[in-house]
Structure formats: C-alpha cells, structure tokens
C-alpha cells in the first residue's frame, strides 16, 4: 500500500511543501528513510515505531519506505515526526488515506505516543492554504498560532491516538470554527515613560525618534538612565496593525520565540543583545538561517547598550539592516533574505570609565579616550541621526513627584507625524522621513530663508558630509512635523543640529 501526506519544511522566511511518501510492501521486515534528511529528521522513524507500539498499533512484518520529496533539499528538525506517522498510518489503513493526501502535518513525537509543539507554524499554514490543502493537523500547543489563518480548517492533536480518531471523522470537522480571536489578546507594555524621573531633554529626543523612526546615540556616565529610556520607546510607538502583528508572529514562530501563552505578537518587542553577542547572533545563523536580532527587531527598536564593547565584526553587520532594511546571508543552499527594518537605539559611556568631561571622576588617559571612542566606525556614526547626551540625575529630579508625560501622552504626538508623513509620501515607497535619500530630501524638506543661512553656516563651519547634511534636514523635517509645520524654521533647524553637534563634540 502506497500513501502520502503534505508537511513543510522552513527555508529562511518561506515555508516550502514537502510531500511525505509511505509504501509498506512485501519483503524482509524494515523501516527505512530516503530523500536528503538530517540526521535529526531520521531519528523520526524510531520515535514513530515505537510511538505506534506504545498505542497498540504493530507494525506488520513488511518492508516499510519513506520517501521525503523534494529530494534536492535537505530536510531537518522533529517537525516530521507526524507526516511521518500519518503516512504510515494511511498506508497501514488506519486513516483513510485519499484524505490524508491532502492535508498538511507537522509535530514532534513522544514515545509515549503525545505529540509535541514545533517552530515554523503560521508560515506552514499560509503554504498550506496557499497550496488549497483540505485541513492542517498540528500539534494542540500551536492550535492558536494556527488558527491565525483564515480560511482552511486547523486541526490541533495532542496525541496520535487523538489524531487517527480526528482524521476518521474529518466530514463531521468540516463546519468547526474556532472561538478565539486574535483581538482578545491582551495589549500592553510592563513599563512607562512616566517611570522615568526628570530627562526631560532625553525624552523630546525619544519622541523626534520615534516619530521619524530615527536612530538615535545615547551617551552618558552610568546609572543616568540610557537603558531605562531606551526600553520604553516602543511603548511610544503607534499600535500593531494586524499585517504587523503577523509579519512579526511570523519571524518569531519560525525562529522557535513564540511565547506558548502568546499565540501572536501584539506589542512591539524590544531586542537588547548583549555586547558578547556575536556577528552571527544579530545577523542570523545556522545552515539554513534562522532570524537573527537585527530581524527580531523588525518594525520596533534594536538597541545596543555599551556600544564600543560589541566587536568590530558584530558592529559591522548593522550597515546593511540599516541601508537596506533587510539583510541578506550566503549560505551553500543560496541566499537568503530577512527582514530588518528597525529602529536602531545604541547607548555607550562616553570613556572607559565613565565620567569623561568630568575631569574629577574620570581617570581615563587622553589615549584610552580617543581608543574607546574609535571604535565605533565614521560609517556607523554617520548613520545615527540623533545624539544626545544623559546627564546625570540631580536630587531634586530624583527625589520630586514623578510628573512627566505617560507613555500613552507621548503616543499621541508620535502618531500625529506619523500621519503626517504617511500623507506627505503616499505609496511612494517611503513611510518615514528617516527613509529620504538624496534629492527627496531637498524635494520633501523646505526651508525658510533664515533657516538656509543657518545650515549654510553650518555645512561649513562643521564641516559636513553630503550625508550628515541630510541627516540634520530629515531630523529638521521631523521636529516641524511634530508642529505640523509644511516649511521647516529656524527653530526646527537648530534643534536638529544640537543632536548633531554632540558627536562633533566627542569625535571631533
Ligand atoms: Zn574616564
């Protein structure tokens, strides 16, 4: 008897169908594997023996092949215990078999014949709906991050004894809705702006970068609260859409992240990796890639703490992301692309020890100085729109009434320049005035008069590149649209220069 079933296999961020083939024939008693898996993907086929025999299911004395097509790639991970299983099953006439050919499966196996939650969920059922299979059967732990996808039935198991019953009674499923909706998942951040005490100075530079989706420098002597501002800017950031909360769900199923409370991703998620991190971690790694942090943070915030301590190769790793928005990795298999749109937030002392200006604390040499300093590249720096600087806190601000704006006060301002760029820019392909490049900049940022005198000025006695004069327009256009100012005034220029002055002022 001849049977198969659909699975899917993750390749970087696509699902691709796998069709797993089982035939039980005459011949010397067997179980055999074939069509290029790992050997994790192998071990499938003791978990499935010996599942079947914990359920009372023998096996008859025949030789048993498994075919996993396409055979040009390999396949890896315990997702395909179950197809495995559901095609044994259908060719030993245990479920009906012209079923199970179109229906896509994945999970892992127990001995004991349970089956067991897998990464790569959501993607797998939009291949499968895309491929109009009949139902899905995954495990009862991914039900809900299944059921994300509209429109084709999703069948959660817990165990194979479970699965045989639910697969002979497939007509009575048909009509069964599920009653969860994602709506009823709970939004909300554990912090606050209001959290924070004074920094007033560091909360206006949190806004303008939220607002353009900026990417903004912190530097300061410790404890003067970088980390804590730099965890509650997504707080700040408008709300998910729907299309958001999957295209992030989507990241974090396949990367294996997603919380099993959570069946999808409502907030946006804040991603601090350590300084020790390395290259591969932020970019993404392993045969086939999965998502690394630069991905993990797509459509929220990156943030770096002790910037000069992550690696020059680490560091290095950000350029793309942050030009392209996406990053691409060079594997045997191809290449493969991720999304890495993100705001990127870094925070550094601005010595090794600390305290540098204040020449009564810092007992950094000259040279130790300028060597922490420098090892943050003139590229990566140039890519950093605002730089602003953490003074520390004073006993007054420390110890006054917490007064300043809520998380969802400073909302409001971020989400009126929002709209105001979504209008400005259409579907030009530009969603925020941090994606100007080259001549839209002169085209989308008007200036006064007075204002061109004063960036004149500046070009020249800053010395300027090309692209720092960019960046101080595109800041300029961000704090005239918190104003919702169309021309960009003096004022707005000048603001927008003291965040640019601030790394003059330490690299010189
Ligand atoms: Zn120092």
New binding site residues.
């Given amino acids: 008897m001849f049977s198969s079933v659909l699975s899917a296999f993750i390749f970087g961020m696509e699902a691709v169908p796998v069709r797993v083939e089982a035939d039980v024939s005459d011949g010397l008693p067997s179980f055999s594997m074939v069509g290029y898996v790992s050997s994790q993907v192998k071990e499938a086929q003791d978990r499935v023996k010996t599942s079947l025999k914990n359920i009372q299911i023998e096996l008859p004395p025949k030789k048993i092949t498994v075919n996993l097509a396409p055979a040009d790639i390999r396949k890896e991970g315990a997702g395909f215990d179950l197809p495995v299983a559901g095609a044994v099953l259908a060719a030993l006439g245990q479920i009906p078999g012209e079923q199970a050919a179109n229906i896509m499966m994945m999970g892992e196996l127990s001995l004991n014949g349970e089956i067991r939650g897998v990464s790569g969920v959501l993607p797998s059922v939009m291949m499968a709906k895309e491929q109009g299979c009949r139902a899905c059967v995954i495990p009862a732990k991914n039900l809900k991050e299944g059921q994300l996808v509209k429109g084709i039935p999703i069948i959660g198991v817990s165990s194979l004894p479970e699965m045989i019953q639910k697969l002979n009674k497939l007509h009575e499923l048909k009509d069964q809705k599920s009653t969860w909706n994602w709506e009823q998942e709970p939004v909300g951040y554990d912090v606050d702006f209001s959290d924070i005490c004074g920094q007033e100075s560091l909360k206006r530079a949190a806004v303008i970068a939220a607002s353009g989706m900026h990417n903004l420098l912190l530097i300061g002597a410790p404890g003067a609260g970088k980390t804590m501002l730099a965890q509650r800017i997504p707080t700040i950031l408008p709300e998910l859409t729907m299309e958001e909360s999957l295209e992030i769900t989507k990241i974090y199923s396949i990367a294996g992240l997603l919380p099993p409370d959570k069946p999808i991703i409502r907030t946006r998620p804040f991603r601090s990796p350590h300084h020790t991190s390395s290259a591969q971690a932020l970019a993404g790694g392993g045969r086939i890639p999965k998502p690394g942090e630069v991905t993990l943070a797509h459509r929220s915030v990156l943030f770096l703490d002790e910037l000069p301590e992550f690696s020059k190769s680490s560091l290095e790793i950000l350029r793309q992301p942050l030009e392209e928005h996406c990053i691409h990795l060079s594997r045997v298999n191809g290449t493969f692309t991720f999304p890495a749109n993100f705001m990127f937030l870094a925070a550094m002392?601005?010595?090794?020890?600390?305290?540098?200006p204040d020449q009564n604390?810092?007992?950094?040499t000259q040279r130790?100085?300028h060597r922490y300093l420098h090892k943050i590249s003139q590229p990566l720096l140039d890519r950093i729109d605002l730089c602003v600087e953490a003074p520390a806190i004073s006993w007054k601000e420390m110890t006054g009434e917490r007064s300043g704006q809520s998380s969802a006060q400073l909302r409001q301002q971020v989400i009126k320049a929002h709209s105001i760029q979504r209008k400005r820019y259409g579907n030009g392909g530009i969603l925020f005035n941090s994606d100007l490049k080259g001549r839209d900049v002169d085209r989308y940022c008007p200036v006064t008069p007075d204002a061109r005198k004063m960036i004149e000025q500046a070009f020249t006695t800053l010395s300027l590149s090309a692209r720092g004069y960019h960046r101080i327009l595109k800041v300029a256009r961000t704090i005239a649209d918190l104003e919702a100012e169309e021309v960009i005034h003096k004022k707005h220029l000048s603001e927008a220069l003291a965040y640019r002055m601030l790394d003059k002022k330490y690299w010189r």
Avoid: A, L
């Fill in positions: 002392n601005p010595c090794p020890c600390g305290y540098f604390r810092c007992t950094c130790e100085i």
